[in-house]
């Protein structure tokens, strides 16, 4: 079975400020894509930012953007000019290649203050 | 366009009990999934479905059972409830791997 492994359980930052959520994950696959999800206090999960392994650019998506390392398996969360809003748990989540499994890590939990 | 709705949102049983989780999507997708969340476990795939008909195991598929009988439903059963499956499940339903999943709300769970 895939493991993913977030290594901070929990992290704060002050608003305005930058702060960056690590993930590491391992696959046979040379192609799949990761994938990381935010859960506010509401519990929905919301897709936040999606990454393509085959392709070497980073995503971005506003204020958030990853460093996507294909050959250390790294594939770490930059929020930029962060709001109380971004308050959640943010989860990693590579595919498994087939099926479209998805495998989540245990989750950063992740407070903003103001 | 309501996405991937679940239902109930919260429920109690009692152990032994049985009881059914609807999860039904209007998004024509061929993909979904059950996942339960424990505190400090991140999300673990319970069941899936590739299409109308299939089902195959996850990582923690014991004392759960699903059914894919409509492209637009996945049901997922509990047939004796145990107090080891109080947890919040959530649906999810894709189209393409590109693109993720979409959730639904979720439903939490207590079995006392």
């Known amino acids: 079975a895939q493991t993913v492994t977030q290594s901070q359980p929990e992290m704060s930052v002050q608003e305005a400020e930058t702060v960056t959520l690590s993930c590491t994950y391992d696959?046979?696959?040379?192609?799949?894509?990761l994938f990381w999800y935010k859960q506010p206090p509401s519990r929905q999960m919301i897709l936040v930012i999606r990454?393509?392994?085959?392709?070497?650019q980073n995503a971005t998506e506003n204020r958030f953007s990853v460093n996507f390392q294909k050959a250390a398996k790294s594939f770490s969360l930059k929020i930029s000019d962060s709001q109380l809003g971004d308050t959640a748990m943010y989860f990693c989540?590579?595919?498994?290649?087939?099926?479209?499994?998805?495998?989540f890590g245990k989750g950063t939990l992740l407070t903003v203050n103001p | 366009n309501a996405g991937v709705t679940q239902t109930p949102k919260f429920r109690v049983l009692k152990t032994g009990q049985s009881m059914t989780l609807l999860c039904a999507q209007d998004?024509?997708?061929?993909?979904m999934y059950w996942y339960r969340q424990d505190p400090g476990m991140g999300l673990r795939l319970i069941h899936y479905?590739?299409?109308?008909?299939?089902?195959a195991k996850g990582e923690v598929p014991d004392g759960y059972n699903v059914s894919r009988l409509k492209k637009q439903n996945f049901l997922l059963g509990l047939e004796s409830a145990a107090p080891s499956q109080t947890s919040v499940y959530f649906c999810?339903?894709?189209?393409?791997?590109?693109?993720?999943?979409?959730f639904g709300s979720g439903t939490r769970l207590t079995v006392v």
């Open positions: 999810a339903s894709s189209r393409d791997r590109a693109y993720g999943y979409t």
């Open positions: 696959t046979s696959e040379n192609n799949y894509y």
């Open positions: 990454q393509e392994a085959y392709k070497q």
């Open positions: 989540a590579p595919d498994g290649g087939s099926n479209y499994k998805l495998t």
């Open positions: 998004m024509n997708h061929e993909y």
């Open positions: 479905s590739v299409g109308e008909g299939t089902t």
